[in-house]
């Protein structure tokens, strides 16, 4: 890799790769929602922690930033640079999507908000506030849950239900975990793509 060695010496030019690294792995954890990138150079520099972590062809084009043969370095080039060749590329993407799933599943954001009532497919599910334990009354078709939808974990609880009630009339048989696991997994698709208003 060539720098200017009158500009920086090894530890310098290290600690410079470093914080290119750092600053991308932390836009790719913490532009993932829209909301967080709207301005034009924050989706930018998110686009480009995408490329610059996933995608085979994506080449430094800043100038410095070459391998041994002189060509632009690709992400496997830095991260060899960097780490003295100790490199896996699947590890560490893994590590990284790990990581945005856990900063967005504990995040606080508003996500959905819980209407007076549901509708599936033509049935219509009155929604009740209450402090107990959530539950749906499939015959007369009612749900009891916190309405207090400013509460992560209130919005949560409702999309579980609102899978339950999905998959009662779809007449989809699922174990009590599967069907938590599956509204969860929803809830946490719309969080971070800011896909559903409400109204």
Known sequence: MSYDTE???????????????RQAMDDYVKLQHPS?????YLQEAFDNAVAMVFD????FKAPGLNNDDG??????????ELMSNRVNLDSMRQYLIQDA????????IKTLYIPESFIYDGHVYSIFHSEEEPTIDFEDKLIYCNKRATNS???LEFMKLA????????????????????????FRMLKVNSCFTGH
């Not at 085979?56 to 080449?59: D, G, I």
């Not at 060509?71 to 060899?80: G, K, L, P, R, V």
């Open 36 to 40: 967080f990138r709207k301005k034009k």
């Open 56 to 59: 085979e062809s994506f080449r």
């Open 101 to 108: 799933k856990e900063f967005w599943e504990n995040k606080e």
């Open 71 to 80: 060509d632009d370095m690709s992400f496997q080039d830095f991260c060899q």
């Open 163 to 186: 899978t339950q009630v999905m998959l009662y009339h779809e007449e989809l048989a699922m174990k009590g975990a599967d069907v938590e696991q599956l509204g969860k997994a929803l």
């Open 7 to 21: 500009i920086f010496d090894p530890e310098d030019w290290k600690t410079l790769l470093r914080a290119i690294l």
């Open 153 to 155: 974990d209130n919005q």
